[in-house]
Structures are given as structure tokens and as C-alpha cells.
């Protein structure tokens, strides 16, 4: 099985990195193979609304989101990782799930694909407040998202009170609950 991880921060090894590392590390101790994508090194642009768009929801635009939409398409399971801003998901979190309106379209409004919700899906996200209203706006984007690409929300990890970089490293509880993240959903099936 392959675990895509999906780093939605801008902050290379910040507390939302530490914590995708653990969950591929849990993956990868049940034998699954790991690959991850760290949203802020692509290239890409927000999803356009493009008046040609495809029926079959292939996306018009062509910039590294052709390689989002191959993992994703080839992942067995996901784990999409983004801390809190302004009370929702990262800009780089936001702005790759957008670019899924092509594949949504083509399921919910043309009806030219039924997706099944067989591949298990992870939310792992962090934040500086302890305001769970945040989180719950978060976790509704991201609960689209993976029904648009065939995930099930199986399994989070929501941790607040985390501002500093490397915060994470001094919580125990995260840090362990990220690693079972991962073994869960490698042993999905």
C-alpha cells in the first residue's frame, strides 16, 4: 500500500511536518511504502473556474498539480497534514483542494464519474489558539476533499496550543497519537 503525505504548511519541519513524519513513520512500520508531498515546494496556481471545463474531471490547467492528482490517484491511503490561519487551512492546503473542483464537478454536477470511498483518509492538524471552532471549519473543508478523491475521514489528530517551532517536540501525546495515525491507516483496508 502506498500512504501519500500531503504537508500542507509553510513551514519546512514546523510542529504539522514533525507530525506527518510520525504518521509515515507509523505507515512505514506496517509495511507500507510512504510517499510525501510538501505543498510550498510546487508551483502551482488556484484553481481558475475555467469556463472550458472538462466533464470528466480532468484539470485544464497543467502545472505540478498533474503530480497531486497522479499520487493522490495512485495512493492507497492519505494523510493531508495543515496548521490553522485565520481560522482554516493553510493558503497552500486551500488552494491545492480547490483545484479538486474539476474532479467534484464531474462526480456531483455531470455525473461522468462515481468515485468509491474506498482509500482511508487522515487529518492531522495543528494550531497556535485552543478555539476547536477552528478546527471543526478545517476538518469540514477537508471532509469534501476527501470524498471528492475517493477518501474516507477515518481518523484526525487536532492539536492546539502549538505556536513556536519544534512546540510538537514537547508534546508527548501528539507525537504518539500521529505515529498510531499512521499504523491505522496502513492497516486499513
Known amino acids: 500500500m502506498i500512504v501519500l503525505g500531503i504537508s500542507g504548511s509553510p513551514r519546512e519541519n514546523g510542529n504539522t511536518d514533525t507530525?506527518?513524519?510520525?504518521?509515515?513513520?507509523?505507515a512505514k512500520s506496517k509495511s507500507a511504502f510512504v510517499e510525501k508531498i510538501v505543498l510550498n515546494s510546487l508551483k502551482f496556481s488556484p484553481c481558475q473556474e475555467c469556463d472550458n471545463v472538462r466533464e470528466d474531471g480532468v484539470c485544464t490547467v497543467?502545472?505540478?498539480?498533474?503530480?497531486?492528482?497522479?499520487?493522490?490517484?495512485?495512493?492507497?491511503?492519505?494523510?493531508?497534514?495543515?496548521p490553522i490561519f485565520f481560522g482554516s487551512l493553510?493558503?497552500?492546503?486551500?488552494?491545492?483542494?480547490?483545484?479538486?473542483?474539476?474532479?467534484?464537478?464531474?462526480?456531483?454536477?455531470?455525473?461522468?464519474?462515481?468515485?468509491?470511498?474506498?482509500?482511508?483518509?487522515?487529518?492531522?492538524?495543528?494550531?497556535?489558539?485552543?478555539?476547536?471552532?477552528?478546527?471543526?471549519?478545517?476538518?469540514?473543508i477537508v471532509k469534501n476533499f476527501f470524498a471528492a478523491v475517493g477518501a474516507a475521514?477515518?481518523?484526525?489528530?487536532?492539536?492546539?496550543?502549538?505556536?513556536?517551532?519544534?512546540?510538537?517536540?514537547?508534546?508527548?501525546?501528539?507525537?504518539?497519537?500521529?505515529?498510531?495515525?499512521g499504523q491505522k491507516i496502513a492497516s486499513h483496508s
Do not use: H
Open 19 to 26: 507530525l506527518l513524519e510520525r504518521a509515515l513513520a507509523g
Open 90 to 140: 493553510s493558503a497552500q492546503t486551500k488552494m491545492m483542494i480547490d483545484r479538486f473542483q474539476c474532479l467534484w464537478l464531474s462526480e456531483y454536477v455531470f455525473k461522468t464519474r462515481a468515485v468509491e470511498k474506498n482509500k482511508p483518509g487522515a487529518f492531522i492538524c495543528v494550531e497556535a489558539s485552543t478555539r476547536k471552532d477552528f478546527f471543526e471549519n478545517a476538518k469540514s
Open 62 to 82: 497543467k502545472d505540478d498539480m498533474q503530480t497531486v492528482y497522479a499520487k493522490i490517484e495512485s495512493a492507497g491511503a492519505i494523510i493531508l497534514t495543515s
Open 153 to 181: 475521514y477515518k481518523e484526525e489528530l487536532l492539536c492546539s496550543g502549538l505556536d513556536k517551532k519544534g512546540a510538537v517536540l514537547k508534546r508527548e501525546d501528539c507525537l504518539k497519537k500521529a505515529f498510531e495515525i
